[in-house]
């Protein structure tokens, strides 16, 4: 693959979001996702392609950034809108977590408009969803929508870099980093520098307080090599030193998956309580992180069908979970004694059980028998070899299979 420049390429969510801004005022229009999949590109172009005054500001510096600021670019964006008349205009605020007091400062400004009439239409970006929905339900309830952008899919990274399936598995769906594959070890850096330690250090410990810093990276750095299986937080506690508790284990898990990074998945029992208290199925929501964590080159990970079978059902999780975080479906395991389905997914009152096999799978799944006579899921698929090709899988989105 050459080595380019970021391409100009617009994501599904643009036309959503275009809409939006371009309805009467009733809501704010929040847009949150991880770092590195494309928040503000998207909305930079959907600003662009609207024939509206706009003000577009960033508050990625926060030892720079207050709510006196924030109330600066508001009072500026609201003249435009005043100029414009019924036109009106936009203000877009990109990583709007880093000011502090944001939530309560946007809601005395927006319920200043609304009571004058300002046709001012307000989007705001954050790369850290969890600090985001904080503040959103404290202060801004019945006042905004989402829009979340969760890391690109085979086909976006196919369609805008030309990925194989092989490239997507091992290179993850960065597209910064997209230019960089076919240096791997300028890539690795670039993963392990610009987007893992960047999130670490700026989107979760600078803006959440963690008593322990140390042992939130041990905790990614066990979801990374840990992907694919399931693990109680009392073996986490003793592959880990200093650990403290299970509950901070659990909190430290539900930070990195608020940033986009290592999510845990329950165990499907039919039941809530037994579902929250069952240990969760560690899972990377960007195979990227597994292999620059790895120290692998793409031709030593190809050649450890080890390596590469976790690598596979990764990749499949991380399409299901970043589809689940998106509110499709509910996404969990299921394992009772020796038998184990891969991935259970809930959508109403329909289910599917999906199992994944990068090898030559037996011709009897028991896993799949037996949760099929517990629960009778509308649909089972395997995925792999013998079954639905990864990269047919990964090729659709995941309602599609569900309907």
Known sequence: MSKVSLPIFTRDMAGPLRDRLREPRRLLHVVAGPRQVGKTTLVRQVLASIKR?????????????????????????????REAEAKGAILAVDEVQKVSGW????????????????????????????????????????????????????????????????????????????????????WRRYVLDALIETTISRDVLLMTRVDKPALLRRLFELGCRYSGQILSFNKMLGQLQDAGNTT???????????????????????????????????????TALVTAQSGLTPNEATSNPEFWGRLTESAIGAH????????????????????????????????????????????????????????HPQRTLLVG????SVEGFLSRPVGDWLS
């Open 53 to 81: 005054p706009h003000r577009f500001v960033s508050a990625d510096e926060p030892t720079l950034r207050d709510t006196t600021w924030l109330t600066t670019q508001w009072v500026a964006a609201r003249l435009l809108a």
């Open 103 to 186: 939530s309560e400062t946007v809601k005395r400004l927006w319920d200043e408009d609304t009571a004058s009439g300002v046709e001012l239409r307000v989007v705001l970006l954050g790369s850290a969803p969890l600090l985001l929905q904080d503040g959103l339900t404290e202060s801004l309830t019945g006042r905004f929508e989402q829009l979340r952008l969760p890391h690109w899919t085979f086909k976006e990274m196919q369609s805008a870099f030309g990925f194989s399936i092989n490239q997507y598995l091992f290179f993850g769906g960065y597209p910064g980093a997209a230019p960089l594959v076919d240096e791997s070890t300028r």
């Open 248 to 286: 901070t284990l659990a909190h430290y898990l539900d930070l990195l998956s608020g940033v986009g990074m290592v999510t845990g998945i329950p165990k499907y029992a039919g039941e809530v309580v037994r579902q929250r208290a069952s240990s969760p199925k560690l899972q990377v929501l960007n």
């Open 320 to 375: 299901l979970a970043n589809a689940a975080a998106l509110g499709e479906f509910e996404l969990f395991y299921w394992r009772e004694r020796s038998r184990e389905v891969d991935f259970v997914l809930r959508a109403g009152q329909r289910l599917l059980a999906l199992e994944v096999k990068s090898s030559r799978a037996p011709t009897v799944l028991p896993g799949l028998k037996a949760f099929c006579e517990t629960f």
């Open 385 to 388: 070899s013998v079954g639905i």
